[in-house]
């Protein structure tokens, strides 16, 4: 079937606009994660579900993000007041099971926050 | 704390020569470990992994990574090098319960021709 679909692919926000970034899995995937790529870097850990729960936040980089999945498929990662600094790539990656499996990523968000 | 650590930032070969890429890692027990390719605007493509058994694993596109426990290594290769293998590539680790990966700065490959 079909991978990890994100959108949108492109985003423009203005500082201090709210944003939403949709994920789609892989059909049937339990474990969902969202990462950050910055400019340059590698992609870092922001969020982890298994199927609706939420189950590690500790990546998230301040209060203004929010991520849910409410109904264990699609998720969304919501950033609130945006700053220049969440200017980055968002990648959503699913995996089948939980704990150790190889993750199928989606092409990502490009955020560009003016 | 768990890292992995690419050294290189940027590597040119030339088209047909060989390659090879480092990885370190630093995890409290062996890790699972991957490695990943990104084009300029893409998403990352899983090349090859290893969790366990034989130390050399094959991949996609004609690379491979050795897995080397004593130097905590796990470097990729690959025999020959095509113009299209130009992309950044990403070593990651991936341990505990849950399963998020830790990844490396990356390294940027040209080919000249």
């Known amino acids: 079937g079909a991978g990890v679909s994100q959108s949108p692919r492109y985003k423009v926000a203005k500082r201090g606009q709210d944003v939403a970034l949709r994920c789609d899995p892989i059909?049937?995937?339990?474990?969902l994660f969202w990462y950050q790529q910055a400019l340059g870097q590698g992609p870092e850990f922001l969020t982890y579900?298994?199927?609706?729960?939420?189950?590690?936040k500790s990546g998230l980089p301040s209060d203004r993000f929010f991520a849910e999945r409410p109904e264990g498929s699609v998720s969304t990662l919501k950033i609130q007041r945006t700053q220049q600094e969440d200017s980055a790539v968002y990648l959503c990656?699913?995996?089948?099971?939980?704990?150790?499996?190889?993750?199928?990523f989606g092409p990502g968000t490009r955020l560009l926050v003016l | 704390a768990q890292s992995v650590t690419q050294p290189d930032i940027h590597i040119t070969v030339s088209e047909g020569a060989s390659l090879e890429l480092r990885c370190n890692y630093s995890?409290?027990?062996?890790?699972?470990l991957f490695w990943y390719v990104q084009s300029p605007g893409q998403g990352l493509q899983l090349l090859l992994k290893?969790?366990?058994?034989?130390?050399l694993v094959q991949g996609i596109k004609g690379f491979e990574a050795e897995f080397k426990r004593s130097q905590s290594s796990f470097n990729l290769r690959k025999p020959s090098v095509h113009w299209s293998d130009a992309a950044e590539y990403f070593c990651?680790?991936?341990?505990?319960?849950?399963?998020?990966?830790?990844f490396g700065k990356g390294t940027k490959l040209s080919v000249k021709p």
């Open positions: 995890y409290g027990a062996t890790p699972y």
């Open positions: 579900f298994q199927n609706e729960a939420q189950l590690d």
């Open positions: 990651a680790g991936q341990g505990g319960s849950q399963g998020n990966l830790i």
């Open positions: 990656a699913s995996s089948l099971g939980q704990g150790q499996e190889t993750q199928y």
């Open positions: 290893y969790f366990s058994g034989d130390t």
């Open positions: 059909s049937g995937h339990v474990s």
